[in-house]
């Protein structure tokens, strides 16, 4: 069956070809046309089916009406795929902007990455890693000339990111106001951490410090060393534990759990993201929230304008604050947000007379 034109619609419509085109794409810079006519070319448009040849489209203007979302992470939890993924395709949406996502385990391949790259048909691309990209990596998208954003990757130029920094500063002094003295923050497979991992920790230390405190990390445990982590838990006092992020902080409390401790009874434990992970801990997740859907609207912003300037543009780094969101998990034990929330209304309309 022969695919319909524009000449086809055109026809039917009793307008000229560049009418048609100007009434599909909304564009009425160059061509009047009245709203009778645009009517008839919808209708025309619609009765036969039409849809633009993206081909023929990109020859003519030298943009394909695509972007790309280039994903890689070492395991499925760390690919938050769902705040980040709704962002761009909610900021490309409202341009007449399509959103090609692309999803890349770091084991994969340079050919696979590099073929990614070539035969995707796209006008820019916002990248993400949950380890940065690997020179390799680096290299086949550098090839590509692609105008790129770079999400959570600290660059002075074309990319957002959160500030890792303050948010463990702030969580640290979370856990600091509820009178913790022993709070430890847990490390995941520190050699090759994320950058987020070292300004997480950062904040902490300085947190610490600043309270006249003595900071501490720990390497994570397996399941298999659960009951040696459960003396330690057990013999700190009620330790406090800062996790990388809301899927550690969870796996802590399932590594615990058998052995009888429980958060905020006998230990508070923090994370970052306040993703899926949190919202389903067996204990409400104190954490703090990461405003993905933000910063994945201002990335796609971003790499508008780059692709825009043109080959070589630039735009200035953005950089997001987190908030705290307080819950069960690291308050004192008894004690939960509501309570709490009903003890400081009371102390607010206290006479102190």
Known sequence: MKAVTLHDVALLAEVSP???SAVLRGDSR???VSEETKLR?????????YRPNAGARAARTGRFGNVGLFIAARRPEEYIVAPTLHGVCDAAGKV??????????PDSSVERVEAMFREAAMDGIILTSSDGLSPAWMAEFQRSRLPAVFLNEKRPINSVRINDLHAGRILTEHLIAQGHRRIV?????ASTAHYSTHDRVAGYREAMRAAGLIP???DEPAEADRESFARWVAGA???ALIAMHDARATHLLRVLYPTRLRAPRDFAVAGFNDDTFAELSPVPLTTIHMPRYDLAVEAHAMLRRLISGGRGSEEPSVEMLGTLVVRESSLGPGESVARRTV?????SHTNPS
Not at 96 to 105: K, N, S, T, W
Not at 185 to 189: A, K, S
Not at 343 to 347: I, L
Request: net charge positive.
């Open 216 to 218: 501490e990390t720990l």
């Open 30 to 32: 160059h061509v009047r």
């Open 237 to 239: 006092d009620r330790p």
């Open 41 to 49: 070319v919808q209708n025309a448009a619609e009765r036969l089916n």
């Open 18 to 20: 560049a009418t048609v």
């Open 343 to 347: 003890r400081r209304r009371a102390a």
């Open 185 to 189: 923050f847990v490390i995941e497979m």
């Open 96 to 105: 007449g902007e399509r959103v090609q996502l692309l999803i890349a385990p």
